[in-house]
């Protein structure tokens, strides 16, 4: 099992930044790949961004590529999602999500079997 504790959420102004992380325990050595998604009120849950733990291959949806950077600290079992240039449309509460198997598939959400609780990114125009 591992357990996911994300942090670093809040309320910032259009163009402003935010650093989430990640904080994985337990199981930590059989993650293979670390996913960040998030889900805006009315919408599904999309995939934002994913990495690699072994090698830090990172991946990133269209909407956030050249603002968005995700990370890895494999000394302290955490991810990270640095966040730039932040839009209105970015407001989602952000999960990471822990993928256990070399599944293939980095951005879909059913292939992650460890999820956190989720934080709040809320952006103000």
């Known amino acids: 099992q591992v357990q996911l504790v994300e942090s670093g959420g809040g309320l910032v102004q259009a163009g402003g930044s935010l650093r989430l992380s990640c904080a994985a325990s337990?199981?930590?050595?059989?993650?293979?790949?670390m996913g960040w998604f998030r889900q805006a009120p009315g919408k599904e849950r999309e995939f934002v961004a994913a990495?690699?733990?072994?090698?830090?291959?990172?991946y990133y949806a269209d909407s956030v590529k050249g603002r968005f950077t995700i990370s890895r600290d494999k000394a302290k079992n955490t991810a990270y999602l640095q966040m730039n240039t932040l839009k209105p449309e970015d407001t989602a509460v952000y999960y990471c999500?822990?993928?256990?198997?070399?599944?293939?598939?980095?951005?879909?959400?059913?292939?992650?079997?460890?999820w956190g609780q989720g934080t709040q990114v809320t952006v103000s125009s």
């Open positions: 990495i690699s733990w072994r090698l830090s291959v990172t």
């Open positions: 337990g199981d930590t050595f059989s993650i293979k790949t």
């Open positions: 999500a822990a993928d256990p198997n070399y599944s293939g598939d980095y951005s879909d959400e059913h292939d992650y079997d460890y």
